[in-house]
């Protein structure tokens, strides 16, 4: 089910997202500074182009640069991208096969905004070792 979802994703909106994650992306490298940023863009970039199967989880091991550098994404690229998930996920709501995408575009705004102390993991391996430990 969820390579279908995925495909019917990639289709419908997808691309699109991953297209402008990829623009952020090379946009922040441009400076030394941003390439982290940049990273961070790219990285959620695959995530926004194959969602279903994988999920978001907290770094434990995230600190305070993680809040700085997200105050700073937010300015820099984090709005316009949390922006295209909520008129994405709007219209994917329209039509009833549409809404658990639309669900899931909504679900993507938060790692859209503060994506720094986030980490990408398939949702058969939520916890890895560095989570075991507690």
Not at 109 to 120: M, R, T, W
Request: aromatic share 10%.
């Amino acid at each position: 089910m969820r390579t279908i979802l995925n495909i019917i994703w990639l289709v419908l909106c997808g691309l699109w997202m991953c297209l402008s994650y990829l623009v952020a992306g090379a946009l922040l490298c441009i400076t030394i500074i941003g390439i982290p940023f940049g990273l961070a863009a790219f990285r959620i970039g695959v995530y926004a182009l194959w969602p279903f199967g994988q999920t978001v989880v907290d770094r434990r091991d995230a600190g305070a640069a993680s809040c700085v550098g997200n105050v700073l994404w937010l300015l820099l690229a984090g709005w316009w991208l949390a922006l295209g998930h909520i008129v994405t996920g709007i219209a994917l709501c329209v039509t009833i096969i549409g809404i658990p995408l639309g669900v899931a575009n909504i679900k993507l705004i938060p790692v859209s905004l503060l994506p720094l102390g986030k980490e990408i993991v398939p949702t058969d391996r939520p916890f890895t070792d560095q989570y075991a430990r507690w």
